[in-house]
Structures are given as C-alpha cells and as structure tokens.
C-alpha cells in the first residue's frame, strides 16, 4: 500500500491547516471543560430537587 | 515544512496562519489580557479556574476580533502609515473581506461564549466594547475629531471592567476606576508617540490633535491630562482594590509621570528635534510600564488579601 504524494496545495497550506486544526481541537476541549466544570457545580439541577429530597 | 514551501509562500503571498492571527492585534490582546486578569482577580467572589481562564481567552478573543474590525476599516489608512505598512491587508496576504468575516464571526463567537461561561452583564460588556472600538472610534471618531484617541480610549479601558463583571455580574466603583484609569492615561500615552512620529497621522489624513491644533497644544494636553490621570490613579488607593502596596508604585509612578509630563511641556519643537525627541520617547516607554505597574500593584493587592496582607 502506497500513499499519494501529497498534493502541493496541501504542502503549502499545511501551516494554516494544522493552526486550524489546533483552534478547533482546543475549542473542543474548551466547551468539554466548561460543561464538566458546571455539571459537576449543580449549575444545570432541577430547581425541586431540594424538594424531593 | 520544506524550503520549497517557504518560497512558494513568498511568491504567492498567501497568508500564512500567523498572518490571520495578527489580524487580532496580538500586543493590544496582551495588555487586554493582562488587565482584564487583573480585573478577574481582584473582584470579590470567586470563579473555577478552568472558568476563569475562559473569560479571559474570550475577552481576548473578543478584542482581537474587534481589531479586526479595525484593519478591515482602516487598510486604506494603515497602507499610508509607516507602522502598520507591515499589517496584514497592507501588506497583501489577507483580503478585506477575509478579515471582516474574521472580525464578525469572533465578535459574535466571544461574546456568546463569554455569557455561557460567565454571565450575560459580562458578555454585554464585550459587545459593547467591541461595538465601541469598530463603530464609535473606527469608523466614527477617529477621522473626524482630533479628539478621537480621548473618547475611543474607552474601548481599551474596559477589559477590566468585564473582568470584575465575569465574577460579580455587575459593576462596581472598583471596576469603573480601573476603566478610569486606563482611560485617562490613554490620551497621554498616545499623543507622546504622536509627538515622534511626526508626520504619519498627517499623510494619512488623521486628525490628531498634533496635526490639527499643533504640537504645543498637543504638549499642554499631556500635561493636563497627566495631572488628572494622577488624581485618579493615587485616589485608587483609598478605594477595595487599594493598600499600601499600591499607594506606594502610585506615588512613585505618578511622581515620575507629571515630572516627565512637565518637562514635555516646558520644550519646545527646536529643543525636542535637537536631540531625537528624547524626553517624549522616555515618557512614552514610562507610560507603558506606569499602567503595567499599577495593575500589577492591584493584582499583588487582590493576591496578598487571603494571607491578611493586601488592601487596607
């Protein structure tokens, strides 16, 4: 199995690529953390739950 | 990556990641950052790191796009302009478009994200900040009044002010003095590099106040605001960000300051060519550690607190 040799367009954007990339990675982990950081405060429970209980 | 790529680049002049990247004035976003930081941390309350690095990045992100905005509005100027020959449109490798669909996207982005991290007061904030920058000094101020780098300043004055909002959701005489005082400082700050620089606002048609009333009302203006900017930044120190350690760099500082401000105002042209506009140049390089330093002031101040040392 052979790759391809890489298309010049790709050669010369791969700098804007990978910058690309790493925004979009981090942004993943960036709306992962925050959601972590307010599920596990109780931001999100019901209002009634001191009710039930 | 190859040589091979490097030259093609250069051939073509396509941007480069970089070259978006500095479309979000990555010096201003510095001192964005580091201010509103100083805001964050010296509210009272408290957010979740992870939740506080967020606001922070946002709030950079937001003054980015919102730098943007501006070298979108502003290529026509900044080609004339020496300094900002170099920017990305100027210098070829973005299209105009390309960054006003940068600055709208972020501007919108950063916001949002602000107010889902933190709160909708803080994410206003930013709007408004961005909405000032882009409209009310860009496209409005800046080319119709030399008063323009007075009112427009506010924009840069208020990262704090969204960092105390991020913890708080409101603001407070705290946060409004730390918009005052960058606000105040801005004016002299910024006519001290007009005064060396001569004649770049002049070709590209800017009306700085060196450009329309002179230079020695420019120098009057220093002055006074200098005197103001002072009242403010030692009054600070009175309030629940001040203490010692503040009133001490305050002292210091704002003593220098009006010293340098003084002697500004007392040369005159000859004197100020004859030797390289050096006491402007120094009063300049102070103003950029003067504001570094008070907010660092206030920053070991909100630091030192939880061990009994900061504020009063």
């Given at each position: 199995?052979?790759?391809?040799?890489?298309?010049?367009?790709?050669?010369?954007?791969?700098?804007?690529?990978?910058?690309?990339?790493?925004?979009?990675?981090?942004?993943?982990?960036?709306?992962?953390?925050?959601?972590?950081?307010?599920?596990?405060?109780g931001?999100?429970?019901?209002?009634?739950?001191?009710?039930?209980? | 990556?190859?040589?091979?790529?490097?030259?093609?680049q250069?051939?073509?002049?396509?941007?480069?990641?970089?070259?978006?990247?500095?479309?979000l004035?990555?010096?201003?976003?510095?001192?964005?950052?580091?201010?509103?930081?100083?805001?964050?941390?010296?509210?009272?309350?408290?957010?979740?790191?992870?939740?506080?690095?967020?606001?922070?990045l946002?709030?950079?992100?937001?003054?980015?796009?919102?730098?943007?905005l501006?070298?979108?509005?502003?290529?026509?100027?900044?080609?004339?302009?020496?300094?900002?020959?170099?920017?990305?449109?100027?210098?070829?490798?973005?299209?105009?478009?390309?960054?006003?669909?940068?600055?709208?996207?972020?501007?919108?982005?950063?916001?949002?994200?602000?107010?889902?991290?933190?709160?909708?007061?803080?994410?206003?904030?930013?709007?408004?900040?961005?909405?000032?920058?882009?409209?009310?000094?860009?496209?409005?101020?800046?080319?119709?009044?030399?008063?323009?780098?007075?009112?427009?300043?506010?924009?840069?004055?208020?990262?704090?002010?969204?960092?105390?909002?991020?913890?708080?959701?409101?603001?407070?005489?705290?946060?409004?003095?730390m918009?005052?005082?960058?606000?105040?400082?801005?004016?002299?700050?910024?006519?001290?590099?007009?005064?060396?620089?001569?004649?770049?606002?002049?070709?590209?048609?800017?009306?700085?106040?060196?450009?329309?009333?002179?230079?020695?009302?420019t120098r009057?203006?220093?002055?006074?605001?200098?005197?103001?900017?002072?009242?403010?930044?030692?009054?600070?120190?009175?309030?629940?960000?001040?203490?010692?350690?503040?009133l001490?760099?305050?002292?210091?500082?704002?003593?220098?300051?009006?010293?340098?401000?003084?002697?500004?105002?007392?040369?005159?042209?000859?004197?100020?060519?004859?030797?390289?506009?050096?006491?402007?140049?120094?009063?300049?390089?102070?103003?950029?550690?003067?504001?570094?330093?008070?907010?660092?002031?206030?920053?070991?101040?909100?630091?030192?607190?939880?061990?009994?040392?900061?504020?009063?």
């Amino acid at each position: 199995m052979s790759f391809r040799e890489p298309h010049e367009l790709h050669k010369r954007r791969f700098g804007r690529n990978l910058g690309v990339a790493l925004v979009l990675t981090s942004f993943i982990f960036i709306v992962f953390g925050l959601t972590y950081v307010k599920i596990t405060r109780g931001d999100y429970e019901p209002e009634n739950a001191s009710v039930e209980r | 990556m190859s040589d091979a790529s490097i030259n093609t680049q250069a051939n073509t002049g396509e941007a480069s990641f970089g070259d978006y990247f500095a479309l979000l004035k990555p010096r201003v976003m510095s001192l964005v950052v580091f201010t509103a930081a100083v805001g964050l941390l010296a509210a009272p309350g408290s957010l979740h790191p992870f939740e506080a690095f967020c606001a922070i990045l946002f709030i950079a992100v937001g003054g980015g796009a919102s730098g943007a905005l501006n070298m979108w509005f502003d290529s026509d100027i900044d080609q004339v302009m020496k300094r900002t020959q170099g920017r990305p449109i100027p210098a070829g490798k973005v299209q105009r478009d390309e960054a006003l669909a940068i600055g709208v996207a972020l501007s919108g982005f950063s916001v949002v994200m602000l107010g889902l991290a933190t709160n909708w007061v803080a994410a206003g904030l930013l709007a408004f900040t961005i909405f000032f920058y882009a409209v009310i000094y860009t496209m409005w101020l800046k080319r119709w009044t030399p008063q323009n780098i007075v009112i427009g300043g506010a924009a840069g004055a208020f990262p704090p002010m969204i960092g105390w909002a991020a913890v708080t959701g409101g603001v407070a005489i705290e946060s409004v003095l730390m918009f005052t005082l960058t606000f105040m400082w801005t004016p002299p700050h910024f006519w001290a590099l007009c005064l060396f620089m001569k004649s770049d606002y002049k070709d590209a048609g800017v009306p700085m106040l060196h450009v329309t009333h002179g230079r020695r009302v420019t120098r009057n203006h220093i002055l006074v605001y200098t005197l103001l900017l002072a009242a403010i930044a030692i009054g600070m120190a009175f309030t629940g960000v001040g203490g010692p350690i503040y009133l001490t760099t305050a002292l210091v500082l704002n003593g220098l300051f009006v010293l340098g401000a003084v002697s500004i105002w007392r040369r005159d042209e000859t004197v100020a060519e004859a030797d390289g506009y050096k006491r402007e140049k120094a009063f300049f390089a102070l103003s950029l550690v003067y504001l570094f330093l008070h907010f660092g002031a206030i920053l070991a101040e909100a630091l030192m607190a939880p061990y009994g040392f900061g504020g009063w």
